[in-house]
């Protein structure tokens, strides 16, 4: 079977991106934080998150980043910005910051070290006849990470909103454990195919009550609401309003005439802003430009 790599495939490693470290970023939010990308962060978060660098050196794991493009590039703010990153983060990592002092441990020492874990090892090892030691093949072979509803589970902690489909359809809805029988086994198996994943959730609901969702549910509500660069989205409820600043062109200044005489309509934006609502409640005006 060939692998999926398309989660590899928007990013490469140390490209320059944006980050948003809020709980719930917005189009229309500045506050955007330079990182560089570093991969697909597995084992932390929901799916489509990622490793980032930030400016202080120290790996953080975020799922709204978008490319720096070249439009962002072309402003001398944010071009001024990055090469202060850039040169921040460049001293930030150079290797005299990480050199380890000297404590007076030489190779020599280390090598004796190591001889003294080798045969303690093997004093170890001879009195495991009776499978005390718990490395034992016998005692590993009994553990089971399925069995263990502490263990990392991707899904647990999850933030999703719920469609419209689903039951209680819009909702903000966070993902806290797995669901257990009355043996505190974890109900259902995980599998790399989520129409066949029948591992069971306990979700909390934003108004504080609880539901059972599949895996399958909550892989597809964190699509849904994912983009194919992995931005994060809102889902919106409802256009407030309008409004046009000074720079929105009047109907008398609408129109230009072709060569020929006729009148043909001037296609912008540019001037107009629309408020909206968002499912969770929120209220955002954002330039018509953005919207569309």
């Known amino acids: 079977k060939t692998p999926d790599i398309s989660e590899l495939l928007d990013f490469d490693f140390w490209d ?4 948003w ?10 506050a955007r934080v330079l990182g560089r990308w570093m991969g697909i962060s597995h084992r932390v978060g929901s799916d489509m998150c990622y490793w980032i660098m930030p400016v202080n050196g120290k790996p953080i794991s975020e799922t709204t980043v978008q490319h720096v493009t070249e439009e962002d590039l072309r402003n001398p703010d944010i071009a001024e910005q990055v090469q202060a990153f850039n040169q921040e983060l460049t001293t930030r990592l150079d290797d005299t910051n990480h050199i380890l002092p000297d404590d007076g441990l030489g190779l020599g020492d280390l090598e004796d070290l190591m001889s003294s874990v080798n045969v303690l090892s093997g004093i170890l090892g001879s009195d495991d006849a009776d499978g005390d030691n718990g490395n034992s093949p016998e005692a590993t072979a009994d553990y089971n990470d399925e069995g263990d509803v502490d263990c990392y589970d991707k899904f647990i902690g999850a933030k999703i909103r719920l469609t419209e489909d689903a039951d209680h359809g819009g909702n903000l809805a966070t993902v ?6 009355q043996d505190g ?51 919106l409820s409802d256009i407030c309003r309008h409004r046009k600043d000074g720079n929105a062109i009047s109907i008398a200044n609408g129109y230009t005439r072709s060569r020929n005489g006729d009148l043909k309509p001037k296609i912008t934006t540019a001037g107009w802003h629309i408020k909206l609502q968002w499912k969770d409640g929120s209220v955002d005006e954002l330039p018509l430009r953005v919207v569309k």
Do not use: C
């Open 21 to 30: 470290a809020e709980e719930h970023p917005t189009v229309s939010n500045p």
């Open 185 to 235: 086994k974890p109900v259902g198996t995980s599998h790399k195919n989520p129409l066949l994943d029948t591992r069971l959730y306990e979700v909390e609901l934003a108004d504080g009550t609880y539901d059972t969702y599949t895996a399958n549910k909550i892989a597809e509500n964190i699509y849904a609401q994912t983009d194919d660069e992995g931005r994060e989205f809102m889902l």
């Open 176 to 181: 806290k454990r797995r669901v257990t029988d």
């Open 16 to 19: 320059l991106v944006w980050y």
